[in-house]
C-alpha cells in the first residue's frame, strides 16, 4: 500500500529483524525443497505418524526415510516421541504447517 497524505505511514522496519526472519524463512523453505521432506510434511500435517506409517504412505526406503527425519528434526520442524518400540514424529513448528496449509490448498486440493 502506498502512502498518501491521508493514510499514515509505517515505521521504518528494522533491517536487522528482517535479516533473521528472512534467514529463517530460507531455512524452512531449503527444508521444504526437497521431495522427501515435502510429502514426509504433507502426511504429518495430517497428524503424528508412525515411522512404519510414514515409510509406507510416501513409499520411502527407511535409509532414505531415517535420512530425511533426520533433517526436518534438525531443522526443528518435527519432534519424536517414543512408545515401546515405535517412534511417533509430529509437525512441531507453526510457521512449517501453516506453509503445508498454503501448498495443500494451492496444489493439492480439488
Given at each position: 500500500m502506498?502512502?498518501?497524505?491521508?493514510t499514515p505511514?509505517?515505521?521504518p522496519l528494522?533491517?536487522a529483524v528482517?535479516?533473521?526472519?528472512?534467514?529463517?524463512?530460507?531455512r524452512?523453505?531449503?527444508?521444504?525443497?526437497?521431495?522427501?521432506r515435502?510429502?514426509?510434511?504433507?502426511?504429518?500435517s495430517?497428524?503424528?505418524?508412525?515411522?512404519?506409517?510414514?515409510?509406507?504412505?510416501?513409499g520411502?526406503?527407511?535409509p532414505?526415510?531415517?535420512?530425511?527425519?533426520?533433517?526436518l528434526?534438525d531443522?526443528?520442524?518435527v519432534?519424536?516421541r517414543?512408545?515401546g518400540k515405535?517412534?511417533?514424529?509430529?509437525i512441531?513448528s507453526?510457521q512449517?504447517?501453516?506453509?503445508?496449509?498454503?501448498?495443500?490448498?494451492?496444489?493439492?486440493?480439488?
Amino acid at each position: 500500500m502506498l502512502a498518501t497524505p491521508d493514510t499514515p505511514t509505517s515505521p521504518p522496519l528494522d533491517l536487522a529483524v528482517l535479516r533473521q526472519s528472512a534467514d529463517a524463512a530460507c531455512r524452512l523453505m531449503k527444508a521444504l525443497s526437497n521431495p522427501d521432506r515435502l510429502l514426509l510434511l504433507c502426511q504429518l500435517s495430517q497428524g503424528e505418524k508412525r515411522v512404519g506409517e510414514l515409510e509406507e504412505l510416501v513409499g520411502i526406503a527407511q535409509p532414505t526415510l531415517s535420512q530425511q527425519l533426520g533433517v526436518l528434526r534438525d531443522e526443528g520442524l518435527v519432534s519424536t516421541r517414543r512408545e515401546g518400540k515405535s517412534i511417533y514424529y509430529c509437525i512441531d513448528s507453526p510457521q512449517a504447517l501453516a506453509v503445508m496449509g498454503v501448498l495443500y490448498a494451492e496444489f493439492c486440493a480439488p
